[in-house]
């Protein structure tokens, strides 16, 4: 019976140790090569500047988001998902000291998970310098009262990146999800609707003309 005891004890504690090393790094981002291209991309991009604060709406597995925080000193990033499950705070700190390891770099960013809401982002008001939204914004359930509500998280003079894979033409459905995806004149008109407006449009690779990163301000 002694012996029983001690032996779940050890496996109890094997494992917590265990699920404290779980993380939802997926294993093409594991990779200093494909890190050192992504940094490359999208850092003139984004153009992140030390201290400040950004929401990435859809953050997922948080795997890019961790990436683009090795772009400048002490940023604050609020992790926001309807299903946050890689957001839980034990898995993103595995996730990011993970990706962190195959750097070598110290991480001096803060990251805060928020479970959002279909028509809400529950991210405070007025409070960010960027928020992005990476392959995500065909899969809003309510479109509109999302870009609502992500207009008043921004603070003034903040802005929106919208990163999404274009369809040629109208009614072509998106090949992981099979949601409706935009044409650029159908992500930019329904921005304008929702009282933004466009600054920038970016290639992020050179020759696909179907992959860019949009980059959207308050209306005056």
Same mark, same amino acid.
């Given at each position: #019976?002694?012996? @029983?005891?001690?032996? @779940? ?5 094997? /494992? !917590? ?16 090569? *494909? ?7 999208? $850092? ?6 030390? &201290? ?5 709406? /859809?953050? /997922? ?7 683009? !925080? #090795? #772009? ?13 499950? %890689? ?11 993970? @990706?962190?390891?195959?750097? /070598?770099?110290? %991480?001096?960013?803060?990251? *805060? ?26 899969? =809003?359930?309510?479109?509109? +009262? #999302? ?20 369809? $040629?033409?109208?009614?072509?459905? &998106?090949?992981? %999800? ?10 930019? +008109?329904? @921005? ?23 980059? =959207? +301000?308050?209306?005056?």
């Amino acid at each position: #019976m002694r012996y @029983l005891a001690v032996l @779940l004890i050890f496996l109890l504690v094997i /494992g !917590s140790a265990r699920s404290q090393d779980k993380d939802c790094v997926n294993d093409y981002y594991a990779r200093q090569r *494909i890190i050192d291209s992504i940094l490359k991309s999208y $850092r003139p991009i984004y153009d992140f500047h030390k &201290h400040e604060r950004i929401a990435s709406i /859809g953050a /997922g597995s948080a795997n890019r988001e961790i990436i683009y !925080s #090795m #772009m400048a000193d002490s940023l604050t990033f609020y992790l926001q998902d309807i299903n946050p499950v %890689c957001l839980e705070p034990d898995i993103l700190l595995a996730t990011t000291r993970r @990706l962190y390891a195959v750097t /070598g770099l110290a %991480c001096t960013a803060s990251f *805060i998970p928020i479970r959002g809401r279909t028509k809400e982002t529950k991210l405070p008001a007025q409070f960010f310098d960027k928020i992005i939204i990476e392959n995500s914004l065909h899969e =809003f359930e309510f479109p509109d +009262e #999302m870009l609502r509500s992500i207009k008043g998280n921004l603070k003034k003079g903040g802005c929106l990146f919208i990163a999404e894979l274009l369809a $040629r033409r109208p009614g072509k459905k &998106h090949i992981d %999800c099979r949601k409706p995806m935009y044409t650029e004149e159908t992500l930019i +008109e329904r @921005l304008k609707n929702n009282g933004f407006r466009l600054t920038r449009t970016d290639k992020v690779y050179p020759f696909n003309d179907y992959g860019k990163v949009f980059k =959207f +301000e308050i209306a005056e």
